[in-house]
């Protein structure tokens, strides 16, 4: 996709949205209009990119249900397309129901890069992005070719191959030369690769985060008491060490460690004693809850079990349940009473949107509060940075006080290249630079 396709915005290593198709975006006084400048950029077939692209990608995602809707429908709610408008050719007017000053961030999210107007068929997609489509076999391989007329600077390779392969896979390919680079890599098959001739290894920081999910609708959990007191049950430095094989920070139960409005409030120690001071405060005794988990990640179940060892001694029991790695993402929604998760990065904003205001799609925890819910609506509407910095703050705070979340290890990204290639992407997963291969050339 990235491949191929541009997007209005993208986001930065910082989740940050930058400008890409788009040359900057203005609001009104409210945040309810937003005038989006275009950059003069061609399709891969020499048509000239124009606002009526935006138009038609918009009103693509928007328009009539689907049986599948799309991801992005939900992220561009707010947009009225009714009132939104080409003002000229290289200039687009978008209208909201409500103010959103954090557009710009929507426009960077999954499932919104630009399509030309009228695209139907997508078996050999144009795009306006970096390499022209050649082929695409499903589960197998991707292949590409530069794109000389790039608005952003002609590649510096003639042509790209994306090929699926497992962990192990990947490692060997890499090692042999018949591939030359080599992405998300296990801890295991990086420490493979150390100094291994010819190859260099890259491991990017706060690139992912693991987490357990309390579901805060259903006992124990509706129970703020018993969430606090989770949080304080878990010896993150051990599961990071052990669990995690070292190859991760610890995390503090607030999202976003190194991205734009994260929360820094103090370190959630483990601490048996407070956890039963809390429960026997709250009244409750022999705390008994199920932990639903699955091979779907490298360590998801050393952690569980694990964290079982830490809550017993607090004197609470925790059933670890191993379910099936294929459904394991569905079947979490509404399966049992704790589970566990990782999420690649992801714009502050966009994480409380997504997971975390009533009703949001993936609310993995359950998690509505009316307090919280009203605090995004006003973000939304205050138009400086700092304001919703200060916003945004208040909501990590009773999320870190009384939410359903215990974030524990904040995950490196590691790749793997040949020493053969220059400006080879090293960057924070989702972001812009990853995995993006129009600045690599030869040494």
């Known amino acids: 996709m990235k491949s191929v396709y541009d997007g209005l915005f993208e986001i930065d290593g910082a989740m940050r949205a930058i400008p890409r198709l788009a040359t900057g975006a203005e609001p009104n006084a409210d945040g309810t209009v937003w005038r989006i400048g275009l950059r003069d950029a061609r399709w891969h077939d020499g048509a000239v990119f124009t606002a009526r692209d935006v138009l038609y990608t918009m009103s693509r995602v928007l328009g009539p249900a689907q049986r599948r809707p799309f991801i992005a429908a939900s992220t561009l709610a707010p947009i009225d397309l009714s009132r939104c408008r080409a003002v000229n050719d290289h200039t687009v007017e978008i209208a909201l ?9 929507m426009l960077s999210s999954y499932g919104t890069k630009i399509v030309r107007e009228g695209a139907t068929d997508f078996s050999r997609p144009v795009g306006t992005g970096p390499f022209v489509f050649e082929s695409f076999e499903p589960g197998r391989e991707f292949t590409a070719t530069a794109n000389e007329q790039y608005w952003d600077g002609a590649p510096g390779i003639r042509r790209l191959r994306i090929v699926s392969a497992e962990a192990d896979a990947r490692t060997s390919a890499v090692q042999t030369g018949e591939v030359d680079y080599a992405d998300n890599l296990t801890p295991s098959a990086a420490r493979t690769l150390v100094d291994r001739r010819g190859v260099s ?25 018993v969430r606090r007191a989770v949080m304080r049950m878990v010896d993150r430095a051990e599961l990071v060490k052990v669990a995690l094989e070292g190859q991760a920070d ?107 205001l009533t009703g949001s799609p993936q609310n993995r925890t359950k998690w509505s509060d009316a307090e919280f819910d009203a605090l995004y609506v006003k973000a939304q509407a205050t138009p400086t940075e700092e304001g919703r910095a200060m916003i945004y703050r208040t909501m990590h705070e009773i999320l870190y006080d009384r939410g359903g979340f215990v974030f524990f290890g904040t995950t490196y990204w590691n790749r793997a290249a040949r020493d053969t290639f220059a400006n080879v992407p090293a960057a924070v997963p989702n972001s812009h630079e990853w995995a993006r291969f129009n600045r690599v050339g030869l040494r």
């Open 97 to 105: 129901r409500q103010p959103a000053f954090e557009l710009p961030l």
């Open 201 to 225: 290894l890259a491991a990017t920081p706060n690139s992912g985060i693991y987490f357990f999910a309390m579901k805060t609708d259903r006992p124990p959990f509706d129970n703020p008491a």
């Open 250 to 356: 610890v995390s503090n139960d607030v999202f976003g460690k190194g991205y734009q409005y994260y929360a820094d409030l103090p370190q959630h120690e483990y601490d048996p004693d407070e956890v039963r001071r809390l429960l026997a405060a709250a009244g409750v005794r022999d705390l008994t809850f199920d932990l639903f988990t699955a091979q779907v990640a490298y360590g998801f179940v050393e952690s569980a079990r694990l964290f079982a060892e830490q809550a017993a001694a607090c004197g609470v029991r925790v059933n670890v349940i191993v379910g099936s790695k294929d459904s394991y993402y569905t079947d979490a929604l509404e399966t049992g009473h704790l589970t566990m998760g990782q999420s690649g990065p992801l714009a502050v904003p966009s994480h409380f949107a997504s997971r975390l």
